[in-house]
């Protein structure tokens, strides 16, 4: 007797690895530090100004993480819901926390989306440091 294959079943075999993969290399990819590059809102695209040039955003493996944002560093703890694609950053002398979704990640550049409470979307834009 002949055994087939349905097509619900190839795409178990070969979709659901490739999830698991990319969902695990979404913490690898988090942890390194980045340079802050920009931000766009409502479409449009600005270049960091002259106080935030120098800006950076670090995850760090234990999870804590470190940035410095218009001359001001902070540190905390961080954490991503792999299913929402959602990183809350709390801050360790206020404790508050602040959560962005995860918009785009590559090895080279990452972009966090801010949604304000009276809903004004601000996406941070990163790439990596080269050190």
Avoid: C
């Avoid at 942890?31 to 002259?50: A, L, R």
């Avoid at 560093?73 to 360790?92: C, Q, R, V, Y």
Wanted: aromatic share 12%; no cysteine; hydrophobic share 35%.
């Amino acid at each position: 007797m002949k055994k087939v294959l349905l097509p619900g079943s190839l795409f178990l075999i070969f979709f659901l690895p490739l999830r698991s993969f990319s969902q695990a290399s979404v913490n690898e990819l988090l942890i390194q530090k980045w340079k802050y590059t920009g931000i766009e809102e409502f479409s449009v695209v600005h270049p960091p100004d002259s106080m935030m040039k120098d800006d950076w955003l670090l995850f760090s493996t234990d999870g804590r993480y470190q940035s410095l944002t218009r001359g001001k560093s902070t540190s905390g703890t961080w954490k991503i819901n792999e299913a929402s694609k959602i990183i809350s950053l709390t801050d360790a002398a206020t404790k508050k926390t602040i959560s962005y979704n995860l918009k785009g990640i590559t090895p080279g550049e990452l972009t966090l989306e801010y949604q304000t409470p009276d809903l004004v979307r601000t996406k941070y834009r990163y790439t990596t440091v080269k050190e």
